[in-house]
């Protein structure tokens, strides 16, 4: 069985000061076997990526960007490198999330190229897809799961780590949670699909308004991998209370 992987998205917050602050934090409370079962992922704003690579760099607490440019190096004034990250520490980073899809119009092109490129720089991408509420209202959101899903997997290398992330976009940040049916059907359907598209090594994990309190319920569904946490990830007790469930 593979290990729960329990994921900070810390979006636009955070100091390098408040993220160092947190790492020595969170280092001081959790206890070193947690890592036997369950994987850490941070993705804290970039700048305050370094701080973090510092404070983690000894620990077993995987971290990388939020986002990254399509190509490695060049002339892109404002974007950022994954090779730069990686080469500060990053083992991981956050792909296709609804909010860079929504407000900055990540296309599926350019997702399936940063899927390409952190899988060839051995970088395991956690790609996110999901649905809004008027493509579950009009009973959509297989067909726009799937379809996100087949766009950003394209040619994509099948014996490669993927992490899935399914974050309908209605629960995130909304404090409105995906019932458990809801959340059973989509991962046991992509999960289905993943296979039957041969991919040998992957984990689905849930985002949406995650808090102590709704998921230990949600880590019981089946192919419910862990989760992507946002708004309570920011504090070490609130997110260590949804890692020791
Ligand atoms: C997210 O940012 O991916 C997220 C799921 O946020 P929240 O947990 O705050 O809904």
């Given at each position: 069985?593979?290990?729960?992987?329990?994921?900070?998205?810390?979006?636009?917050?955070?100091?390098?000061?408040?993220a160092?602050?947190?790492?020595?934090?969170?280092?001081?409370?959790?206890?070193?076997?947690?890592f036997n079962?369950?994987?850490?992922?941070?993705?804290?704003?970039?700048?305050?990526l370094?701080?973090?690579?510092?404070?983690f760099?000894?620990?077993?607490?995987?971290y990388?960007?939020q986002?990254?440019h399509t190509?490695?190096?060049?002339?892109?004034?404002?974007?950022n490198?994954?090779?730069?990250?990686?080469?500060?520490?990053?083992?991981?980073?956050?792909?296709?999330?609804?909010?860079?899809?929504?407000?900055?119009?990540?296309d599926?092109?350019?997702?399936?190229?940063?899927?390409?490129?952190?899988?060839?720089k051995?970088?395991?991408?956690?790609?996110?897809?999901?649905e809004?509420?008027?493509?579950?209202?009009?009973?959509?959101?297989?067909?726009v799961?799937f379809?996100?899903?087949?766009?950003?997997?394209?040619?994509?290398?099948?014996?490669?780590?993927?992490?899935?992330?399914?974050?309908?976009?209605?629960?995130?940040?909304?404090?409105?949670?995906a019932?458990?049916?809801?959340?059973?059907?989509?991962?046991?359907k992509?999960?289905?699909?993943?296979?039957?598209?041969?991919?040998?090594?992957?984990?689905?994990?849930?985002g949406?308004?995650?808090?102590?309190d709704?998921?230990?319920?949600?880590?019981?569904?089946?192919?419910?991998?862990g989760?992507?946490?946002?708004?309570?990830?920011?504090?070490?007790?609130?997110?260590?209370?949804?890692?020791?469930?």
């Amino acid at each position: 069985m593979s290990k729960k992987i329990f994921a900070a998205n810390w979006k636009m917050h955070k100091t390098p000061q408040q993220a160092a602050e947190f790492a020595k934090n969170f280092l001081t409370k959790v206890k070193d076997d947690f890592f036997n079962h369950n994987e850490v992922m941070i993705f804290p704003q970039n700048f305050s990526l370094a701080a973090i690579a510092t404070e983690f760099k000894n620990s077993k607490v995987q971290y990388g960007p939020q986002q990254i440019h399509t190509e490695l190096k060049g002339a892109f004034t404002g974007e950022n490198s994954l090779e730069l990250a990686q080469a500060i520490g990053a083992q991981i980073c956050l792909i296709g999330h609804s909010e860079r899809r929504q407000f900055f119009h990540e296309d599926h092109t350019a997702i399936n190229k940063k899927v390409k490129l952190c899988l060839e720089k051995n970088i395991t991408p956690i790609l996110c897809f999901g649905e809004t509420l008027e493509d579950r209202q009009s009973n959509q959101t297989f067909d726009v799961c799937f379809k996100q899903l087949d766009e950003a997997l394209t040619n994509i290398d099948t014996s490669k780590r993927l992490v899935l992330a399914y974050e309908p976009v209605w629960a995130i940040g909304t404090g409105q949670v995906a019932t458990s049916d809801q959340v059973k059907e989509v991962h046991e359907k992509v999960f289905q699909k993943m296979q039957s598209s041969s991919f040998k090594n992957f984990q689905i994990l849930y985002g949406g308004s995650v808090k102590a309190d709704n998921a230990k319920e949600l880590i019981g569904i089946p192919h419910v991998d862990g989760f992507l946490i946002g708004g309570a990830s920011l504090e070490v007790d609130s997110f260590l209370r949804i890692c020791y469930l």
